[in-house]
């Protein structure tokens, strides 16, 4: 299908970007090598005990800095590398948090924590939110049909821009266990306590704005 063309296009163009990358790894990273061929064991034991996506190019490891153990720094890596990932780490949690900013509403509960992308997509949400309680609820199936799927293709983003969040916080965090000047502003996102609106709504609630609608 058209789907699974697209998809395999992509696995092979990331494939040959990770082919580049490892070349480059290897002048600025020469551990790496090492923990590639334990890797590439792994894999084979568990290929032989049951098939897995692991092989997939989506699902391999890139070997950053902070992937890599603390003791095997200075021999391993270059002098000022894991440096340079804590400022991108940084720099792309800022950026998850940015693209959240505007799509929802003014506040959340660690409104004084968080800025950028989460709070963004959450005044989206929250918006579309009170827009089909004030604008669509009770116009008949299509017109709410069409009013969830904008509020969960909002909520999409909004996930997706928390794991990116996540996944840039605990990278910071085995980078710099003692933290740094990062940590004074940045904190630990939980999706599940976060992610709600100043009222303390959960944005996962897919009840909410049924609820909403009858206030």
């Known amino acids: 299908t058209d789907e699974r063309l697209k998809i395999q296009t992509l696995r092979n163009t990331l494939t040959h970007r990770i082919k580049k990358w490892r070349t480059i790894q290897a002048l600025y990273m020469p551990i790496v090598s090492t923990l590639l061929a334990k890797d590439e064991d792994a894999l084979e034991d568990e290929e032989s005990r049951r098939d897995t996506a692991a092989s997939e190019p989506e ?8 992937e890599v153990p603390h003791e095997k720094w200075r021999t391993g890596i270059a002098v000022g590398l894991a440096e340079k990932e804590v400022r991108m780490r940084v720099a792309e949690a800022d950026d998850a948090l940015h693209q959240v900013r505007h799509k929802s509403i003014p506040l959340f509960q660690l409104a004084h924590v968080f800025s950028g992308q989460v709070r963004r ?3 989206m949400r929250m918006g ?4 089909k309680r004030g604008h669509v609820a009770g116009r008949g199936n299509k017109s709410n049909t069409r009013a969830q799927d904008a509020i969960n293709s909002v909520m999409t983003k909004v996930r997706r821009a928390g794991d990116r969040y ?3 916080y605990n990278a910071l965090q085995d980078l710099c266990p003692d ?9 630990e996102l939980d ?6 609106n100043a009222a303390g709504v959960d944005l996962e609630d897919e009840d909410y ?3 909403s609608a009858d206030r």
């Open 209 to 211: 704005s049924d609820q």
């Open 121 to 123: 997509y959450i005044r």
């Open 179 to 187: 933290g740094g000047p990062w940590s004074r502003r940045l904190r």
């Open 59 to 66: 699902n391999q490891k890139l070997w950053m800095p902070s």
């Open 166 to 168: 996540i996944h840039a």
């Open 128 to 131: 579309l939110v009170n827009y």
């Open 191 to 196: 999706p599940t306590r976060d992610l709600r």
